[in-house]
């Protein structure tokens, strides 16, 4: 579950304070959206959910490996946005591109950096309003594609810059396209749900 964080007497945190935050409090998950406002994560993912994210990202891992170009980075991973926002995803990938801009100090910190691909997995504590209005976010502020999967629904919903988004059963190959290319991932091999 994720809820708003109040602070009083502080209007909005600077980006050396968020990290600042964030370290000092290593067992919460933390997001700032674009109006300044802070939301934590306060309960830790159940298993299922853990184990369906591990799923997801070994599967973005071995077909990284193959290709070698990029970098995929898990649910701990922070990025600042070009709204202000810092928003944490499920799964990111960066192309190496991108990744080679980095100062080694910005890669050991959250980076002021659009992956090129996330992944939402929604929990059974998640608002699904909620995830899809964060998708939104992803693609307006840059992201190339992005998946958001529902696994009580077995679907996934893929948003892609200035398309309406597609819905695909589990049972369908989800493809990389021009962003992931040569992947591919039929979540209903890989996922329990």
């Not at 209005?133 to 502020?141: A, F, L, Q, S």
């Not at 695909?168 to 493809?175: G, K, N, R």
């Amino acid at each position: 579950m994720i809820v708003p964080l109040h602070i009083p007497q502080l209007t909005k945190f600077s980006d050396d304070e968020l990290v600042a935050f964030c370290m000092a409090n290593p067992e919460l998950t933390v997001e700032r959206d674009e109006s300044g406002q802070l939301f934590i994560s306060i309960s830790p993912t159940y298993a299922l959910t853990s184990s369906n994210n591990s799923e997801l990202i070994a599967e973005l891992v071995l077909w990284n490996r193959r290709k070698g170009n990029g970098k995929v980075l898990e649910s701990s991973g922070g990025f600042f946005l070009p709204d202000t926002s810092m928003r944490v995803p499920d799964v990111a990938w960066v192309r190496n591109e991108q990744w080679e801009r980095l100062t080694p100090a910005e890669k050991k910190s959250f980076p002021k950096l659009t992956p090129d691909f996330v992944i939402e997995l929604k929990s059974d504590t998640d608002s699904l309003a909620e995830l899809q209005k964060k998708m939104e976010k992803w693609i307006g502020n840059g992201v190339r594609m992005g998946w958001l999967i529902i696994p009580e629904n077995a679907e996934t919903h893929i948003y892609l810059p200035g398309s309406p988004v597609m819905i695909q059963p589990f049972e369908a190959l989800l493809e990389g396209g021009g962003v992931l290319p040569g992947f591919g991932v039929r979540l209903s091999e890989i996922l329990e749900y």
